[in-house]
Protein backbone atom coordinates (compact mmCIF):
# COMPACT_ATOMS: atom_id res chain seq x y z
CA UNK A 1 0.00 0.00 0.00
CA UNK A 2 1.07 3.57 -0.57
CA UNK A 3 0.31 6.23 1.62
CA UNK A 4 0.84 10.35 -0.19
CA UNK A 5 0.47 12.80 2.36
CA UNK A 6 0.00 16.34 1.12
CA UNK A 7 1.36 18.54 3.61
CA UNK A 8 2.55 22.41 4.84
CA UNK A 9 5.17 20.34 7.11
CA UNK A 10 7.23 17.57 5.57
CA UNK A 11 9.25 17.57 8.63
CA UNK A 12 6.79 16.34 11.24
CA UNK A 13 6.61 13.01 9.55
CA UNK A 14 9.96 12.05 9.72
CA UNK A 15 10.32 11.50 13.40
CA UNK A 16 6.97 9.28 13.71
CA UNK A 17 7.52 7.13 11.03
CA UNK A 18 11.28 6.15 11.01
CA UNK A 19 10.84 3.73 14.22
CA UNK A 20 9.21 0.83 15.70
CA UNK A 21 6.06 -1.18 13.13
CA UNK A 22 6.26 1.37 10.34
CA UNK A 23 10.04 1.71 9.87
CA UNK A 24 10.27 -1.90 9.60
CA UNK A 25 6.98 -2.21 7.32
CA UNK A 26 8.76 0.15 5.08
CA UNK A 27 12.00 -1.68 4.71
CA UNK A 28 10.02 -4.76 4.09
CA UNK A 29 7.90 -2.45 0.97
CA UNK A 30 5.04 -3.82 2.94
CA UNK A 31 4.03 -0.24 2.72
CA UNK A 32 5.17 3.04 1.13
CA UNK A 33 5.17 6.51 2.86
CA UNK A 34 5.37 9.67 0.76
CA UNK A 35 5.27 13.22 1.70
CA UNK A 36 4.17 15.86 -0.45
CA UNK A 37 4.84 19.53 0.29
CA UNK A 38 2.03 21.93 -1.22
CA UNK A 39 3.85 25.16 -1.17
CA UNK A 40 5.69 23.50 -4.38
CA UNK A 41 2.94 23.78 -6.34
CA UNK A 42 1.88 27.17 -5.52
CA UNK A 43 1.41 29.58 -7.78
CA UNK A 44 3.79 32.42 -7.38
CA UNK A 45 7.37 33.01 -6.30
CA UNK A 46 6.65 33.22 -2.64
CA UNK A 47 5.25 29.90 -2.68
CA UNK A 48 1.68 31.71 -0.95
CA UNK A 49 -0.65 28.97 0.15
CA UNK A 50 -3.96 30.53 2.36
CA UNK A 51 -5.37 33.91 1.65
CA UNK A 52 -7.93 35.90 3.47
CA UNK A 53 -11.37 34.59 3.18
CA UNK A 54 -13.70 36.39 1.04
CA UNK A 55 -16.87 37.71 3.18
CA UNK A 56 -14.44 38.09 5.74
CA UNK A 57 -13.32 36.72 9.64
CA UNK A 58 -10.47 35.76 11.06
CA UNK A 59 -7.95 33.47 10.11
CA UNK A 60 -6.64 32.61 6.75
CA UNK A 61 -7.93 29.85 4.41
CA UNK A 62 -5.86 27.50 2.18
CA UNK A 63 -5.96 27.99 -1.22
CA UNK A 64 -7.83 25.38 -3.81
CA UNK A 65 -5.16 25.47 -6.52
CA UNK A 66 -1.90 24.29 -5.07
CA UNK A 67 -3.88 21.22 -3.14
CA UNK A 68 -5.90 20.58 -6.45
CA UNK A 69 -2.43 20.37 -8.34
CA UNK A 70 -0.80 17.73 -5.81
CA UNK A 71 -3.60 15.62 -5.95
CA UNK A 72 -3.67 15.43 -9.53
CA UNK A 73 0.18 14.71 -9.87
CA UNK A 74 -0.16 11.68 -7.57
CA UNK A 75 -3.38 10.44 -9.64
CA UNK A 76 -1.94 7.69 -12.21
CA UNK A 77 -3.42 5.46 -9.13
CA UNK A 78 -6.71 6.73 -9.23
CA UNK A 79 -8.29 3.28 -9.93
CA UNK A 80 -8.38 2.23 -6.33
CA UNK A 81 -7.20 5.54 -4.03
CA UNK A 82 -8.87 7.32 -1.66
CA UNK A 83 -8.32 11.03 -1.12
CA UNK A 84 -9.13 12.06 2.41
CA UNK A 85 -9.05 15.37 4.21
CA UNK A 86 -8.46 15.34 7.78
CA UNK A 87 -10.45 17.93 9.34
CA UNK A 88 -12.92 18.69 12.60
CA UNK A 89 -15.83 18.88 10.39
CA UNK A 90 -15.37 15.29 9.25
CA UNK A 91 -16.90 12.08 10.53
CA UNK A 92 -15.37 10.27 13.43
CA UNK A 93 -12.42 7.99 12.65
CA UNK A 94 -13.49 4.42 14.07
CA UNK A 95 -11.66 1.16 13.53
CA UNK A 96 -14.41 -0.32 11.51
CA UNK A 97 -12.90 3.40 8.88
CA UNK A 98 -9.27 1.49 9.05
CA UNK A 99 -10.37 -2.00 8.06
CA UNK A 100 -11.86 -0.46 5.28
CA UNK A 101 -9.23 1.87 3.85
CA UNK A 102 -6.97 -1.22 4.38
CA UNK A 103 -8.15 -2.45 1.24
CA UNK A 104 -7.21 -0.13 -0.85
CA UNK A 105 -4.02 0.25 -2.81
CA UNK A 106 -3.38 4.09 -2.65
CA UNK A 107 -4.16 6.63 0.23
CA UNK A 108 -4.06 10.69 0.06
CA UNK A 109 -4.21 12.14 2.81
CA UNK A 110 -4.73 16.41 2.85
CA UNK A 111 -3.52 18.03 6.40
CA UNK A 112 -5.68 21.23 6.60
CA UNK A 113 -4.57 24.06 8.33
CA UNK A 114 -5.21 27.87 9.34
CA UNK A 115 -9.23 28.68 9.50
CA UNK A 116 -9.48 25.44 6.93
CA UNK A 117 -9.65 24.77 3.38
CA UNK A 118 -11.49 26.31 0.27
CA UNK A 119 -14.67 24.43 -0.12
CA UNK A 120 -14.43 23.86 -3.53
CA UNK A 121 -11.23 21.59 -2.21
CA UNK A 122 -14.06 19.14 -1.34
CA UNK A 123 -14.67 18.16 -5.10
CA UNK A 124 -11.35 16.97 -4.94
CA UNK A 125 -12.25 13.77 -1.67
CA UNK A 126 -13.96 10.42 -1.12
CA UNK A 127 -14.01 11.01 2.36
CA UNK A 128 -13.50 13.78 5.52
CA UNK A 129 -12.16 12.46 8.22
CA UNK A 130 -11.69 13.87 11.97
CA UNK A 131 -9.93 11.74 14.98
CA UNK A 132 -12.11 13.16 17.50
CA UNK A 133 -13.84 16.35 18.99
CA UNK A 134 -11.33 18.96 19.75
CA UNK A 135 -8.96 21.25 17.41
CA UNK A 136 -5.39 20.44 16.53
CA UNK A 137 -3.43 22.95 15.00
CA UNK A 138 -2.98 21.25 11.58
CA UNK A 139 -3.76 17.52 9.97
CA UNK A 140 -0.74 16.47 10.42
CA UNK A 141 -1.35 14.44 13.75
CA UNK A 142 -4.59 13.54 12.24
CA UNK A 143 -2.74 11.84 9.23
CA UNK A 144 -0.28 10.23 11.16
CA UNK A 145 -2.86 8.25 13.41
CA UNK A 146 -4.68 7.26 10.16
CA UNK A 147 -1.27 5.71 8.58
CA UNK A 148 -0.57 3.96 11.90
CA UNK A 149 -4.18 2.63 12.11
CA UNK A 150 -4.33 1.36 8.39
CA UNK A 151 -0.54 0.09 7.87
CA UNK A 152 -1.01 -2.35 10.86
CA UNK A 153 -4.08 -3.97 9.04
CA UNK A 154 -1.45 -5.11 5.77
CA UNK A 155 -1.15 -8.20 5.96
CA UNK A 156 2.80 -8.87 7.42
CA UNK A 157 2.80 -5.28 9.04
CA UNK A 158 2.43 -6.93 12.61
CA UNK A 159 4.15 -10.45 12.35
CA UNK A 160 1.49 -11.98 14.23
CA UNK A 161 -1.99 -11.37 12.28
CA UNK A 162 -3.92 -12.61 14.99
CA UNK A 163 -2.92 -9.58 17.18
CA UNK A 164 -4.90 -7.32 14.93
CA UNK A 165 -7.64 -9.12 15.07
CA UNK A 166 -8.05 -9.63 18.96
CA UNK A 167 -7.35 -5.72 19.57
CA UNK A 168 -10.13 -3.66 20.95
CA UNK A 169 -12.20 -2.57 18.45
CA UNK A 170 -11.84 -5.33 16.43
CA UNK A 171 -15.35 -7.37 17.24
CA UNK A 172 -16.72 -3.75 18.64
CA UNK A 173 -15.45 -4.96 22.14
CA UNK A 174 -12.70 -3.47 24.30
CA UNK A 175 -9.74 -6.40 24.77
CA UNK A 176 -9.66 -8.47 27.60
CA UNK A 177 -6.84 -7.75 30.27
CA UNK A 178 -3.77 -9.26 30.38
CA UNK A 179 -0.34 -10.51 31.97
CA UNK A 180 2.69 -12.15 32.24
CA UNK A 181 5.50 -13.19 34.84
CA UNK A 182 5.56 -13.03 37.28
CA UNK A 183 2.89 -15.20 38.27
CA UNK A 184 2.48 -12.82 41.51
CA UNK A 185 3.55 -9.31 41.77
CA UNK A 186 2.91 -7.22 45.41
CA UNK A 187 0.01 -9.56 46.26
CA UNK A 188 -1.56 -9.54 42.92
CA UNK A 189 -2.23 -12.66 40.97
CA UNK A 190 -2.88 -13.84 37.85
CA UNK A 191 -6.74 -15.32 37.41
CA UNK A 192 -5.95 -18.98 37.65
CA UNK A 193 -8.12 -20.04 34.55
CA UNK A 194 -5.35 -18.59 32.42
CA UNK A 195 -2.55 -21.16 33.97
CA UNK A 196 -5.16 -24.27 33.58
CA UNK A 197 -4.02 -25.17 30.05
CA UNK A 198 -7.85 -25.47 28.85
CA UNK A 199 -8.57 -23.27 26.16
CA UNK A 200 -11.90 -23.46 25.59
CA UNK A 201 -12.55 -22.04 29.12
CA UNK A 202 -9.89 -19.49 28.54
CA UNK A 203 -11.34 -18.14 25.29
CA UNK A 204 -14.61 -18.14 26.87
CA UNK A 205 -12.95 -16.45 29.91
CA UNK A 206 -11.55 -13.74 27.72
CA UNK A 207 -14.71 -13.51 26.05
CA UNK A 208 -16.58 -12.45 29.22
CA UNK A 209 -14.10 -10.10 30.38
CA UNK A 210 -13.85 -8.17 26.91
CA UNK A 211 -17.85 -7.97 27.26
CA UNK A 212 -17.99 -6.47 30.72
CA UNK A 213 -15.05 -4.32 30.12
CA UNK A 214 -17.10 -2.60 26.85
CA UNK A 215 -19.93 -2.68 29.48
CA UNK A 216 -18.24 -0.94 32.10
CA UNK A 217 -16.28 1.63 29.76
CA UNK A 218 -18.21 1.72 26.54
CA UNK A 219 -21.28 0.49 26.91
CA UNK A 220 -22.03 2.90 23.24
CA UNK A 221 -20.10 -0.34 21.59
CA UNK A 222 -22.82 -3.33 22.55
CA UNK A 223 -25.10 -2.81 19.89
CA UNK A 224 -27.60 -5.40 20.31
CA UNK A 225 -27.57 -6.26 16.58
CA UNK A 226 -23.57 -6.72 16.44
CA UNK A 227 -23.33 -9.33 19.82
CA UNK A 228 -23.30 -13.09 18.50
CA UNK A 229 -25.80 -15.56 20.92
CA UNK A 230 -23.06 -16.56 22.84
CA UNK A 231 -22.17 -12.84 23.91
CA UNK A 232 -25.85 -12.15 24.21
CA UNK A 233 -25.83 -14.64 26.71
CA UNK A 234 -22.79 -13.98 28.84
CA UNK A 235 -24.03 -10.36 28.89
CA UNK A 236 -27.16 -11.43 30.24
CA UNK A 237 -25.76 -13.65 32.44
CA UNK A 238 -23.72 -10.67 33.86
CA UNK A 239 -25.86 -8.08 33.98
CA UNK A 240 -28.76 -10.55 35.81
CA UNK A 241 -25.92 -11.29 38.61
CA UNK A 242 -24.60 -7.49 38.96
CA UNK A 243 -28.46 -7.07 39.53
CA UNK A 244 -28.48 -9.67 42.20
CA UNK A 245 -25.28 -8.63 43.99
CA UNK A 246 -26.56 -5.33 44.33
CA UNK A 247 -29.78 -6.23 46.06
CA UNK A 248 -27.98 -8.18 48.82
CA UNK A 249 -25.70 -5.22 48.76
CA UNK A 250 -28.76 -3.01 49.63
CA UNK A 251 -30.25 -5.84 51.81
CA UNK A 252 -26.64 -5.99 53.85
CA UNK A 253 -26.70 -2.26 54.42
CA UNK A 254 -30.06 -1.69 55.69
CA UNK A 255 -30.32 -5.14 57.86
CA UNK A 256 -33.52 -5.94 55.69
CA UNK A 257 -33.73 -9.67 56.01
CA UNK A 258 -36.95 -10.27 54.17
CA UNK A 259 -37.08 -12.59 51.12
CA UNK A 260 -39.67 -13.33 48.51
Excluded at 82 to 103: D, F, H, N, T
Amino acid sequence: MRFDILTLFPEMFVGPFGASIIKRAVEKGLIEIHTTNIRDFAEDKHRIVDDYPFGGGAGMVMKPEPIFKAVESLMPEKGRSQVILLSPQGIVYKQEIARKLSQYGHIVLICGHYEGVDERIKSLIDMELSIGDYILTGGELAAMVVVDSVARLIPGVLGDEESAKEESFSNNLLEYPHYTRPREFRGMSVPDILLSGNHEKIRAWRLKQSLLKTLQMRPDLLSEDRLTPEQRKLLAEEIEAEAYNKRVKKITNTGDDHSE
